[in-house]
């Protein structure tokens, strides 16, 4: 049996962590067998990845180093958490997964996407997101919106970072329309809710 595999991406602040709580909560109502988890992180080895990649005392990190550690974080995730549940029929929803490497790692941080194609196919055994939900979003309103929290390393670069990121999910969502469904960020939580859930039904056949 395989099961459903469902990520989330999107700039900072763009309403990511909200539909996946969204969508698991009717999940929850509709009885549907789901794992809720996110990237970097995920398990134990992950999480522990995830430390050393958001601390924000860590400005100096190289983004060579960067990008070995999401993807070694991606490895331990997909092959302790993700493919057994989706081995098990279960619909996995995650909060970022590869697409965001292409985004952050690739355009932001400029580094070659040919080694990032390599080293994708490696850490993800080939298993790509059967859905990708963007929730595109102009930077100045995902910056505003998580101006409140304390930023981590990621979320306290300048805004032409956060431009190049946005502008390589639009990218790819072009390059890759059967998989990639748009959302626009600006709506209501519960409208872009509505839009992901008859999507996530249609795809469950329910
Ligand atoms: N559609 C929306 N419209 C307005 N505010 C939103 C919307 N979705 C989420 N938010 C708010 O924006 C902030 C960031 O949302 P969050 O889901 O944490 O984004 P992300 O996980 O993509 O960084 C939160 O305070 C959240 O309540
Ligand atoms: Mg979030």
């Not at 298993?127 to 995902?142: A, K, M, S, W, Y």
């Not at 032409?160 to 626009?184: E, G, M, T, W």
Request: hydrophobic content about 40%; glycine content about 6%.
């Amino acid at each position: 049996m395989n099961g459903l595999f469902i990520t989330f991406e999107g700039i900072e602040g763009c309403g990511k962590s909200t539909q996946v709580r969204m969508l698991v909560e009717s999940f929850e109502k509709e009885g549907i067998a789901y794992l809720c988890t996110r990237e970097p992180g995920g398990t134990q080895i992950a999480e522990a990845i995830r430390a050393i990649l958001l601390n924000p005392l860590y400005d100096s990190m190289k983004p060579e180093t960067e990008l070995l550690l999401y993807c070694a974080s991606r490895a331990q995730h997909t092959a302790e958490l993700i493919l057994p549940a989706l081995n098990e029929g279960k619909v996995v929803v995650c909060d970022r997964y590869y697409d965001s490497t292409y985004a952050y790692q690739g355009a932001a941080r400029e580094l070659d996407e040919g080694l990032i194609d390599t080293l994708t196919k490696f850490v993800t055994y080939g298993r790509i997101p059967d859905v990708t939900f963007l929730i595109d979003l102009p930077v100045e309103i995902g910056l505003a919106r998580i101006q409140s929290r304390s930023l981590d390393r990621m979320e306290k670069e300048k805004a032409d970072f956060h431009q190049r990121v946005r502008q390589q999910f639009l990218s790819i969502a072009n390059k890759c329309p059967s998989r990639y469904f748009v959302l626009n960020g600006t709506e209501d939580a519960t409208v872009i809710h509505q839009q992901i859930l008859t999507k996530v039904l249609s795809l469950l056949g329910v």
